[in-house]
T-cell receptor, first 113, second 111 residues
């Protein structure tokens, strides 16, 4: 089945220790998104790629970076995680930037100790 | 600024007790309104897209409707497996592909 896969599902890192989360998709969608979701809150868009074009949300901290080496894969790098970065990180894809539903992966739960 | 407000925050229903969830929105040029289901510890699962006022979509016990200011997710004769958080999101013409999510309604269906 076509799907969005995120690894790992659970990640524990230390304060200030860089961490990378990965996302892959078999849907062959052009757009990939990264969201941050904290407990009982709405998902918050961090950035997205339309093909290779990177789009950063204005209020996304510089601590968060992303890479998309090819159509199928996208990475979220957190350079110096703080306690406030503990959250669920969701990857999503959509076929195009126009009105198209987004399909989400299962998420990576990040804990910062 | 585009905004989405969902109510109630939490809803407890007896099995078989029908009800509706509300999603009120303010958006410049609605391009689409989306409903998702999210189970604890998992990513949101796509349910419906609505594009224009008057549109309705159905899937099993769920029916989504759309007016110019709000959307309703009607749940008919719910079962315990319908327990989840239901998220609403809108996409506006000015904000491009940005999805604005509400904080969701947490639904619990009691056997």
């Amino acid at each position: 089945d076509a799907m969005v896969i995120q690894n790992p599902r659970y990640q524990v890192t230390q304060f200030g220790k860089p961490v990378t989360l990965s996302c892959s998709q078999t849907l062959n969608h052009n757009v990939m998104y990264w969201y941050q979701q904290k407990s009982s809150q709405a998902p918050k868009l961090l950035f997205h790629y339309y093909d290779k074009d990177f789009n950063n949300e204005a209020d996304t901290p510089d601590n968060f970076q992303s890479r998309r080496p090819n159509t199928s894969f996208c990475f979220l790098d957190i350079r110096s995680p703080g306690l406030g970065d503990a959250a669920m990180y969701l990857c999503a894809t959509s076929r195009e930037e126009e009105v198209h539903e987004q399909y989400f992966g299962p998420g990576t739960r990040l804990t910062v100790t | 600024e585009d905004q989405v407000t969902q109510s109630p925050e939490a809803l407890r229903l007896q099995e078989g007790e029908s009800s509706s969830l509300n999603c009120s929105y303010t958006v410049s040029g609605l391009r689409g309104l989306f409903w998702y289901r999210q189970d604890p510890g998992k990513g949101p699962e796509f349910l419906f897209t609505l594009y224009s006022a008057g549109e309705e979509k159905e899937k099993e016990r769920l029916k989504a409707t759309l007016t110019k200011k709000e959307s309703f997710l009607h749940i008919t004769a719910p079962k315990p497996e319908d327990s989840a958080t239901y998220l609403c999101a809108v996409q506006g013409s000015i904000t491009g592909n940005q999805f604005y999510f509400g904080t969701g309604t947490s639904l619990t269906v009691i056997p």
